[in-house]
């Protein structure tokens, strides 16, 4: 029980926030402590390719370049992929995580309802990730996200 609350805790600390990051792209974008700021658990992972992660920065650029790694909400809105992986070769279907950036409702696409899909799909999202290259220099002393979460949501930071 007490792994199953970490890792509730670790996702809770920086996932529920991605639509309250997109509406403030352009501010973490503009910014390289907030840019730097690495999600808490790995973007993907995949049994040939092991695991990897972009920044948040990276990720808000994926998120408006790729279509691959977007899908249409049942709100209208835009789900972005924000964890991914599988086994490649199994042919097996795969864990594709999602959040709309306008109603904030999760998703697992390679699981759930008629968005399933095959490794193919999972090759043609991780051909989609692999294309972006780090482009800003990372701060070596990114934000926390306490920090990120605070500045957008328009408050002042406690001592």
């Known amino acids: 029980m007490k792994n199953k609350t970490f890792s509730v805790n670790i996702h809770d600390s920086f996932y529920?926030?991605?639509?309250?990051?997109?509406?403030?792209?352009?501010?973490?974008?503009?910014?390289?402590?907030?840019?730097?700021?690495?999600?808490?658990?790995?973007?993907?992972?995949?049994?040939?390719?092991?695991?990897?992660?972009?920044?948040?920065?990276?990720?808000?650029?994926?998120?408006?370049?790729?279509?691959?790694?977007?899908?249409?909400?049942?709100?209208?809105?835009?789900?972005?992929?924000?964890?991914?992986?599988?086994?490649?070769?199994?042919?097996l279907q795969v864990d594709c995580f999602t959040i709309c950036v306008k109603c904030g409702k999760f998703e697992n696409e390679g699981r759930d309802g008629s968005k399933k899909f095959s490794g193919s799909r999972l090759i043609e999202k991780i051909e989609a990730y692999t294309r972006h290259k780090i482009i800003k220099p990372i701060s070596e002393t990114p934000a926390s996200y306490e920090e990120l979460i605070t500045t957008c949501e328009g408050k002042k930071l406690e001592n």
């Open 16 to 91: 529920p926030y991605i639509p309250l990051f997109w509406r403030n792209r352009e501010m973490i974008l503009k910014e390289p402590r907030f840019y730097s700021i690495k999600p808490p658990q790995c973007f993907f992972g995949t049994s040939l390719s092991g695991e990897t992660s972009a920044t948040l920065g990276q990720l808000l650029q994926i998120w408006e370049s790729e279509k691959a790694l977007t899908s249409l909400c049942s709100c209208g809105g835009k789900s972005v992929v924000y964890q991914f992986g599988g086994l490649l070769l199994s042919g």
